[in-house]
């Protein structure tokens, strides 16, 4: 892609995307110019839907995979190509809806107790105890966490906005015992490899699995069954939706419903 792959890199980072989004945004836009072998810029509707349809017949890519590919081409046409009259052609697909799956207290604690080694089983500790996205807890600084007013800081979380969540005494006790052992590596609090990068969501996904399959739960279990956990049973406890809406850093009442 050359020059259309820079230019649309340049438009993402302007506009505030996440590194994750650029990645799947760019891997899509080269998998259509590989599939098409021709650039981007002389592709019409007909090569465009083409390539949806390998994805969907050949590839059987789920509908939400299909649902960012959709978002990923729209934004190379519609924004870096300036081609919103095609943007507007390449159709959403239609995404079934599905309730999350939700474990009970036990099971949580059960998973908890099974995830190793000590870092993966404090960061999903923070994901349940705050309703953090894990890209929000594995970004985490030592100086994020405010333990006189008993909150965390979340830089730069989704929508490129700060918040403030509170976090109760047991888990700063978790955090204090886990920094006592661990003594991470700054800048971050949970570091990854190499110590200069946080951790990746696919270690925290690979720790997750593997408990689940200790702890013998048969219920889907991924990094953001904690984020679905931490807000089912606030709610069962009384708390308002909408104190559920800002704790977990959505813009619509709606997400949160």
Do not use: N
């Not at 090569?47 to 978002?71: D, G, I, K, P, W």
């Not at 099971?107 to 080694?117: T, Y």
């Not at 204090?176 to 969501?201: D, H, Q, T, V």
């Amino acid at each position: 892609m050359g020059r259309i792959r820079d230019r649309m890199l340049e438009d993402m980072r302007l506009r505030g995307l996440a590194p994750i989004t650029q990645t799947s945004y760019l891997r899509y836009a080269h998998q259509l110019t590989e599939f098409s072998q021709r650039s981007p810029a002389a592709l019409g509707e007909r090569e465009v839907r083409a390539f949806l349809l390998h994805m969907m017949r050949e590839r059987r890519v789920s509908a939400s995979t299909q649902a960012v590919c959709v978002a990923g081409l729209r934004f190379l046409f519609g924004v870096t190509l300036r081609r919103r009259e095609m943007a507007a052609l390449i159709p959403y697909p239609k995404l079934a809806f599905k309730l999350p799956d939700v474990l009970s207290g036990t099971e949580v604690a059960r998973l908890l107790e099974c995830i190793r080694p000590l870092k993966h089983r404090t960061l999903c500790s923070v994901m349940y105890a705050t309703g953090l996205r894990v890209s929000e807890a594995c970004r985490l600084g030592p100086g994020d966490v405010d333990s006189v007013r008993g909150l965390l800081r979340v830089r730069q979380g989704k929508g490129s906005r700060d918040r403030d969540v509170p976090m109760g005494s047991r888990l700063l006790e978790t955090l204090r015992e886990y920094w006592r052992i661990a003594r991470p590596a700054r800048p971050f609090l949970f570091p990854g490899e190499p110590p200069s990068k946080p951790i990746s969501r696919v270690a925290v996904h690979k720790a997750l699995r593997r408990a689940a399959g200790i702890a013998r739960i048969r219920k889907h279990v991924s990094p953001h069954t904690l984020r679905h956990c931490f807000a089912t049973h606030m709610l069962e406890m009384g708390v308002d939706l909408r104190v559920i809406q800002v704790l977990l850093g959505h813009r619509s009442i709606e997400s949160t419903m």
